[in-house]
T-cell receptor
């Protein structure tokens, strides 16, 4: 069974540009969450989707957005990039809601974004 | 505010010893806790979880202890192996119906042969 797949794995952008990151969850998983990981702030929740609906959003500016498609694949977009957006962006999927206490989130290996 | 913290950023142990990684959380409303392991260049990997109605849960070579009185969580790894070297994060969930996790800063475990 394939794991969570994130593309691209690495990318370099300049300030002011925008970027789109993609996440393919494990087959059958309907819930997708996104996290930002930086050395200074650690792992921070961005947003979560379930059945194409955003169910929760973290404390990030409106430049950060996302969506989920009918096949559960998800994308996140960051517009008007800033130097501080350099980070590892992690996607996680699960069969259902953590709120249902099924427990395990499966993380991808992340997309490492560098903003110059 | 929300915060899940760890007592030590680094921990070094000898192969075969037992490891204990600690975590303090501040939100008494949190009712679900998880430990993740992150190896270099990889995403976090689920290790074990525990609900607030439990004090202890055991897995293969790992045990999680929860002390709600002092809001403390610990991960015990028995017979630590070089493959256990990684960064360990505790995380909490306090929003029923949401998958939002609040992560601690992480403890880097180094296992010396």
């Amino acid at each position: 069974k394939a794991g969570v797949t994130q593309t691209p794995r690495y990318l370099i952008k300049t300030r002011g540009q925008q970027v789109t990151l993609s996440c393919s969850p494990i087959s059958g998983h309907r819930s997708v969450s996104w996290y930002q990981q930086t050395p200074g702030q650690g792992l921070q929740f961005l947003f979560e989707y379930f059945s194409e609906t955003q169910r929760n959003k973290g404390n990030f500016p409106g430049r950060f957005s996302g969506r989920q498609f009918s096949n559960s694949r998800s994308e996140m977009n960051v517009s008007t990039l800033e130097l501080g957006d350099s980070a590892l962006y992690l996607c996680a999927s699960s069969w259902t809601f953590l709120g249902d206490y099924t427990g395990e989130l499966f993380f991808g290996e992340g997309s490492r974004l560098t903003v110059l | 505010g929300e915060s899940v913290g760890l007592h030590l950023p680094t921990l070094s142990v000898q192969e075969g010893d037992n490891s204990i990684i600690n975590c303090a959380y501040s939100n008494s409303a949190s009712d679900y806790f998880i430990w993740y392991k992150q190896e270099s260049g990889k995403g976090p990997q689920f290790i074990i979880d525990i609900r607030s109605n439990m004090d202890k849960r055991q897995g293969q070579r790992v045990t999680v202890l929860l002390n709600k009185t002092v809001k403390h969580l610990s991960l015990q790894i028995a017979a630590t192996q070089p493959g256990d070297s990684a960064v360990y994060f505790c995380a909490e969930n306090n929003q029923g119906g949401s998958e939002k996790l609040v992560f601690g800063k992480g403890t880097k475990l180094t296992v010396n042969p």
